[in-house]
């Protein structure tokens, strides 16, 4: 796992042990980047199930503003603190250990506002059902901004909502990626 662009361009991230934590690969990763190209910078990115911190550190290395990066878990919140560290990110990132759909619920009550929005949650959860309520009500996502969701290629994810208009799918063996725009570009 390493930085693809940017600044930070080459340097390699630690990576987790075991199979608790899925990083986004570089091939995945890249795609994404080259989706919105220059449009990160100067951006503000929340990374939902940020396991490794690996999408933040990319988007800080290409010109992202800040990046507020969420995880449950203790490793994933140990692995990101590392990597953030190494790289020498840390006045430009929130770090925050607590369930996902608690943060969005306080991100709201703050009027927090991204340019970005990744989401990688586990696959087959269905959690992006409520994440994508959260993000809609809490008007969390900037008009003209993403959300980038990750997931399995074999779930069927099916949303109605009002305000994200999905814009494309990207698949890669077992895993899609799929961007929503905010309504308002």
């Keep these: 796992m390493r930085v693809i662009s ?10 987790p042990k075991g199979n ?37 550190i990319e988007a800080l290395s290409r010109g992202a503003e800040r990046a507020v990066l969420v995880d449950n878990s203790r490793q ?20 925050i250990k607590k369930d996902v759909l608690q943060y969005l619920k306080i991100a709201a009550k703050n009027k927090d506002e991204f340019d970005f929005i990744f989401a990688d949650p586990p696959y087959f959860s269905r959690l992006y059902e409520k994440m994508i309520g959260l993000i809609e009500e809490g008007n969390l996502l900037k008009k003209g901004g993403l959300f980038i969701l990750e997931q399995s290629s074999q779930e069927n994810i099916s949303m109605v909502n009002q305000n994200l208009i999905k814009e494309a799918e990207k698949n890669f063996g077992d895993t899609s990626v799929i961007f929503y725009s905010q309504k308002g570009t």
Excluded: M
């Design 6 to 15: 940017g600044i930070y361009k080459g340097r390699v991230l630690f990576s």
């Design 20 to 56: 608790l934590i899925r990083p986004t690969s570089d091939r995945i990763k890249e795609s994404i980047f080259n989706y919105f190209g220059k449009d990160i910078r100067g951006s503000v990115v929340c990374d939902l199930f940020s396991g490794t911190g690996n999408l933040s």
């Design 76 to 95: 994933a919140i140990e692995l990101i603190y590392r990597n953030i560290d190494l790289i020498g990110l840390l006045e430009k990132s929130r770090i």
